[in-house]
T-cell receptor
Framework: RKEVEQDPGPFNVPEGATVAFNCTYS??????FFWYRQDCRKEPKLLMS???SGNEDGRFTAQLNRASQYISLLIRDSKLSDSATYLC??????????FGKGTTLSVSS | EPEVTQTPSHQVTQMGQEVILRCVPI?????FYWYRQILGQKVEFLVS????????KSEIFDDQFSVERPDGSNFTLKIRSTKLEDSAMYFC?????????????FGEGSWLTVV
C-alpha cells in the first residue's frame, strides 16, 4: 500500500475556477501534514501546513480528517500562475517527509 | 530569505564513475537531508543527518551512497560507481528543528545524468 496517494490528474481548469485536490495517507502515526508546490524541474516549495481544524491562506484552503486519513486542498479563483504540481506530504516527528506523487494542475486563460 | 544552495546544478557522468553532490544548508540549521526525484516520479527520501551522523536512511540509500559534512558548512552526497538508474534530480534540504511541524527548506537541486 502506497504511503501517500494522490490523484495524478492532470486537472485542466480555466482561470477563475475552483479546484480541489485530495490525498490519503496510510500511516496513522503521521503527525504533520503539508501541501508543497513543485514547478517543472524545480524544488518543492512549501505552500501551506495543514492543521486539524483546517486552515486558509488567501485563495488556498486545506483540510485534514485524521479519522479517514484524508487531506484536501482547495484553490479558489485559479490563476495562470497556479499551474504546477501539488504535492501532499506527511511527517512523523523526527522522521523524513513522505511525499505523494503529486497532482498536476494546468490553469488556462 | 536564507536558502539552501546546491552545486553543481547539472552534471553528466559516465556509468561507473563516482559523483559528489554538494550542498550548503541554511547556516543555523541542524538537520540535513538528501532526497531524489527520478523524472516523472515522486520525491523520495534518501537520508537524514544530524550531529555528524546518519539518523535515518531509506532502502534506496545502500552502500553505493555516502554522506559527509566535512567542514561544518558543506553537506555532500557521494554516489560510487554510478548506474543509469541513478539519473535523477537530487535535492538537499535542511531544517533547524526535528519537530514534526517544522519547515524543511529545499535547495534547487542537482540534476544528475548518467550515460
Amino acid at each position: 500500500r502506497k504511503e501517500v496517494e494522490q490523484d495524478p490528474g492532470p486537472f485542466n481548469v480555466p482561470e477563475g475556477a475552483t479546484v480541489a485536490f485530495n490525498c490519503t495517507y496510510s500511516n496513522s502515526a503521521s503527525q504533520s501534514f503539508f501541501w508543497y508546490r513543485q514547478d517543472c524541474r524545480k524544488e518543492p516549495k512549501l505552500l501551506m501546513s495543514v492543521y486539524s481544524s483546517g486552515n486558509e491562506d488567501g485563495r488556498f484552503t486545506a483540510q485534514l480528517n485524521r479519522a479517514s486519513q484524508y487531506i484536501s486542498l482547495l484553490i479558489r479563483d485559479s490563476k495562470l500562475s497556479d499551474s504546477a504540481t501539488y504535492l501532499c506530504v506527511v511527517n512523523q516527528a523526527g522522521t523524513a517527509l513522505i511525499f505523494g506523487k503529486g497532482t498536476t494542475l494546468s490553469v488556462s486563460s | 530569505e536564507p536558502e539552501v544552495t546546491q552545486t553543481p546544478s547539472h552534471q553528466v557522468t559516465q556509468m561507473g564513475q563516482e559523483v559528489i553532490l554538494r550542498c550548503v544548508p541554511i547556516s543555523n540549521h541542524l538537520y540535513f537531508y538528501w532526497y531524489r526525484q527520478i523524472l516523472g516520479q515522486k520525491v523520495e527520501f534518501l537520508v537524514s543527518f544530524y550531529n555528524n551522523e546518519i539518523s535515518e536512511k531509506s532502502e534506496i540509500f545502500d552502500d553505493q551512497f555516502s554522506v559527509e559534512r566535512p567542514d561544518g558548512s558543506n553537506f555532500t552526497l557521494k554516489i560510487r560507481s554510478t548506474k543509469l538508474e541513478d539519473s535523477a534530480m537530487y535535492f538537499c534540504a535542511s531544517r533547524d528543528s526535528r519537530a514534526a511541524g517544522n519547515t524543511i527548506y529545499f535547495g534547487e537541486g542537482s540534476w544528475l545524468t548518467v550515460v
